[in-house]
């Protein structure tokens, strides 16, 4: 079976972000067999890989990618029972809806979010005091230095805030996975389903009242502050932000820091700082990567002279 191995593929079309220049080559693959054709290629031709999913969370440069990407499309998907084994470039919001039509507890959180499975896992994506770490049950895993799969269960996993072993290790991709979702008597009472098409409902209606979605971004530019240490050093220095630490649910959010530092609405080029939520940078018409890299280090910057913290990336830099 051969793939198609394309040249010079703009890549701005397949991120969320609508920026990112070419990849010197471009493949997407389907199956394993698929997949270790483009892995031999790259080994054969000396390329570097990356592998691209649903392209949110991602910043690429405007001069692209000088390697093979390699978009994961692989979207089977079954139920059995409270289990689910998909493959990972199913959609989030598939799975919102299939476990929400089955009675199924545990992804309510993810409504909203555009990203694929593969990417919430090697992210450990969350919202709303949830997270998809929550209800992974194993992960299989391609080797990409081998081709070979390996699986990991729950713990191997190493999870943490927006962290994994597949994040920390980029040699492993993920390729399927199985949640367990919550089931039981609970779970199949009259009116539960309308209970959890509810909180889908009022999770939407947050986004689109809380969140920036007139205009292309990647979602959230920084991580939040959960390091017990970093807090204590601000709600000391700054003893207003000990006062909101319940209504944040014992973080200190990255978007009030930018905030603070009266970042909102700052724009250069086309990429603008949201002023509705200041931890999203906006593609406000013809965007470059440069110039959001640029606001970037100005938030950095900004909230290291202000709060003497330096803020983490959960996006993902490409190609610079």
Not at 87 to 103: A, F, Q, S, Y
Not at 177 to 195: D, F, I, M, T, Y
Not at 219 to 246: A, L, V
Request: net charge positive.
């Amino acid at each position: 079976m051969c793939i198609d191995i394309k040249k010079n593929v703009i890549l701005s079309s397949y991120t969320t972000f609508k920026i990112g220049g070419p990849a010197k080559y471009f493949c997407e693959v389907k199956t394993l067999d698929e997949l270790n054709r483009g892995l031999d290629f790259a080994k054969k031709n000396g390329l570097e890989i990356f592998i691209l999913g649903g392209g949110s969370n991602l910043l690429i440069s405007d001069q692209g990618f000088d390697g093979l990407v390699i978009k994961v499309s692989g979207f089977k998907f079954k139920v059995s029972g409270n289990i689910i084994e998909a493959e990972t470039g199913v959609p989030l919001g598939k799975i919102v809806i299939e476990t929400m039509n089955r009675n199924l507890a545990g992804m309510e959180w993810a409504a909203g979010i555009p990203g694929t499975l593969g990417g919430a896992i090697r992210g450990n994506a969350g919202a709303f005091n949830g997270s998809i770490s929550d209800i992974v049950k194993s992960v299989s895993a391609v080797d990409l230095k081998t081709g070979s799969i390996k699986k990991f269960n729950n713990s191997k996993c190493l999870f943490a805030y927006r962290e994994s072993v597949f994040k920390k290790r980029n040699n492993f991709l993920v390729w399927s996975v199985k949640l367990s979702l919550k089931n039981g008597p609970a779970c199949r009472q009259a009116g539960n389903k309308k209970a959890l098409k509810e909180k889908v409902k009022e999770i939407m209606q947050y986004r689109q009242s809380c969140h920036p979605l007139d205009y292309p971004s990647f979602g959230s530019t920084f991580k939040n502050i959960y390091d017990m240490k970093i807090i204590k050093k601000i709600t000391e220095k700054f003893p207003d932000t000990k006062e909101n630490m319940e209504k944040w649910g014992g973080k200190i959010p990255a978007a009030y820091l930018i905030d603070q530092c009266g970042l909102k609405g700052k724009t250069i080029g086309d990429i603008m700082i949201s002023s509705k939520q200041p931890n999203f940078l906006l593609n406000i018409k013809n965007g470059k990567a440069k110039d959001a890299l640029a606001l970037i280090n100005i938030i950095k910057k900004s909230v290291m002279e202000k709060f003497g913290i330096i803020l983490e990336l959960e996006a993902q830099l490409v190609g610079f």
